[in-house]
């Protein structure tokens, strides 16, 4: 069985108020995540696969973590924990079935709405994008 996409951040990515270089980052992120958004490497062993430093991961990864599309765990105390561990929002993550994204996507929903999980700070829509049936209006220069 193939592996489904959250369309919530995969049909917008264009709109996303981040550089190219974070798209790209984003896109390492989804491919490096367990099912349901667990992040199961370092930021160090990022770096060392990404092949830049950590620092740049961290330049990378922060505005993702502005828009809430990655999330940094707290422990206990509501504090951020002293590693570098991070994991995708349920609404931003790949799943392994379609009835498995359904259930996550209602979970975050009841959560997001409980305040127990941040809600994604998607752009809206500045143009509603064409249908897919449409013709681009193309011209000559």
Not at 50 to 64: G, H, K
Not at 72 to 98: I, M, Q, T, V
Request: proline letters at 9%.
């Amino acid at each position: 069985m193939a592996e489904v996409m959250s369309p919530v951040v995969s049909e917008r990515i264009w709109a996303l108020p981040v550089s190219p270089a974070t798209v790209k980052f984003l896109n390492y992120l989804l491919f490096r995540s367990d099912f349901g958004g667990s992040l199961p490497v370092r930021q160090k062993d990022m770096a060392a696969e990404y092949n830049v430093t950590p620092q740049a991961i961290s330049n990378l990864i922060a505005p993702l973590c502005e828009l809430n599309i990655v999330l940094r765990p707290k422990n206990e105390d509501g504090n951020r924990g002293r590693g570098n561990s991070y994991r995708l929002h349920p609404l931003a993550a790949k799943y392994e079935s379609h009835e498995d994204m359904e259930a996550a996507f209602r979970s975050a929903i009841a959560s997001i709405k409980a305040g127990q999980l941040p809600n994604l700070m998607l752009p809206s829509y500045r143009a509603v994008p064409p249908s897919a049936d449409s013709h681009p209006k193309l011209q000559v220069a």
